[in-house]
């Protein structure tokens, strides 16, 4: 399941056996889904609603954030987590708009985990009833199996990509609520086929949005803004408290 960690079917670590390698697994999977837990509180707590952005490189998902963050930073408090193994080039741009970013550099580490988020929020200004985007490393493995505390992952794919991604990884089409497919500008030109990526897409997993957008353009990210208010209507807020006599 972890392409960052030891794959207990494929590799052979010296001297240690695969039912201790899964059980290795097992523990820092566990360990994460218990910070994770603590991120969503909080999360809960401050009425922020977070997006887990993941997607192969070049996909184009910072590009698709500077666009997002200009435009909702209007309606909403907005910060953005940006992971990437190396650099900060990202974190930069998203700070060009007036946005507060904050970047972790994961080094070898190919996954943001729990704990790395939940460090990097704590040091972006109060978002209070705003939104919080993080974007994953760019990687369609282990980030499938890694909960940050997010609302919802939405996975950004591209239309100079296979058609087949969603077969080929379907751990990550699985556990994302929304598929955005970027680019759409250049589909004409690339002979990209929408439909059997939807269908492919929907195959693993029957559930899932799916949005067409171009960053480049801007086409169609009303309507993403649209099912962002929607995510936020639904995101249940603690009841106020009843005025009672
Ligand atoms: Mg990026
Ligand atoms: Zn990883």
């Known amino acids: 399941m972890l392409d960052c960690g030891a794959d207990p079917a494929g590799q052979r670590i010296a001297g240690m056996s695969s039912d201790r390698i899964i059980q290795i697994e097992r523990d820092i999977l566990g360990k994460n889904d218990r910070l994770a ?35 909702l930073q209007n309606e909403y408090e907005v910060g953005v987590i940006e992971g990437d193994q190396q650099t900060s080039n990202d974190a930069e741009r998203i700070r060009a708009t007036g946005v507060p970013a904050i970047q972790v550099n994961t080094g070898k580490g190919c996954h943001l985990d729990a704990a790395m988020v939940g460090e990097a929020y704590r040091r972006l200004p109060p978002l209070n009833h705003g ?51 970027n680019k759409i500008d250049l589909a004409p030109v690339l002979d990209f ?34 099912w962002i208010r929607r995510q936020s209507g639904r995101q249940s807020r603690p009841a106020p408290s009843a005025a009672l006599g």
């Open 193 to 226: 086929d929408l439909a059997r990526t939807i269908e492919y897409a929907r195959r693993i997993n029957p559930r899932i949005e799916v949005l067409t957008v171009s960053a480049r353009t801007g086409e169609g990210f009303a309507g993403f803004y649209a």
């Open 131 to 181: 939104l919080l985007f993080i974007e994953n490393v760019g990687n369609l493995v282990c980030p499938a199996a890694f909960d940050l505390g997010e609302a919802a992952k939405i996975v950004v794919f591209s239309t100079t990509e296979g058609e087949d991604k969603p077969l080929k990884y379907p751990d990550m089409f699985a556990a994302a609520t929304l598929m955005l497919i």
């Open 37 to 71: 837990a603590d991120n969503r509180a909080r999360f809960r707590a401050d009425d922020v609603l977070a997006f887990n952005l993941v997607s192969s490189p070049g996909a184009g998902k910072t590009s698709l954030l500077v666009r997002a963050v200009s435009e």
